[in-house]
């Protein structure tokens, strides 16, 4: 039962231009997001998070937004630059559930092509 | 700060071995877990930490698997009679305390049952 559905394998965008990764999740009881990207051979790196509380957070270039009707979430990242290539993963997490596990979805590769 | 620190970072065993693996979180951090990860799938949870006591475990915890955290700061992560369904990537996280806090990873051991 995969509770968080990343449904896009892999995505290509030219350099400049907005990169949009999208997240689907099925348990109502999660109230925190994150997205995570992830380098060959290394931990993934802790990019951007979003409580439920809130539909849109932004960091720099990095911008999440949820939709808890739809219980989707998605990751704008812009401009696009070639070292945000790299695969992307989303997270979820049921804080008042009684669970202190993230969930994660099988990820998105993203290239940015030069 | 010196990050989340995991030891060895590749591990290659013969079939039937045991290995253990070390995980030194975030100082500050009171909270550590173990995920697995395999090629082409996401982060899958294994084991949770609060201080020295151990709060959730997966059912993908065999009875193989053991985890500790002894003194509520490093952890160690032990693999007996290993598979070659135990080849994987061996993530350790750790994070602060709170509710809705990002989980920052260690760069993994990479192991191999051959």
Known sequence: ??????????????????????????????DYFLWYKKYPAEGPTFLISISSIKDKNEDGRFTVFLNKSAKHLSLHIVPSQPGDSAVYFCAAKGTTSGTYKYIFGTGTRLKVLA | DTGVSQNPRHKITKRGQNVTFRCDPISEHNRLYWYRQTLGQGPEFLTYFQNEAQLEKSRLLSDR??????????????????????????????????????????????????
């Open chain 1, 1 to 30: 039962d995969q509770q968080v559905k990343q449904n896009s394998p892999s995505l290509s965008v030219q350099e400049g231009r907005i990169s949009i990764l999208n997240c689907d999740y099925t348990n109502s009881m999660f």
């Open chain 2, 65 to 114: 698997f053991s985890a500790e955290r002894p003194k509520g700061s490093f952890s160690t992560l032990e693999i007996q009679r290993t598979e070659q369904g135990d080849s994987a990537m061996y993530l350790c996280a750790s994070r602060r305390t709170g509710e809705n806090t990002e989980a920052f990873f260690g760069q993994g051991t990479r192991l191999t049952v051959v």
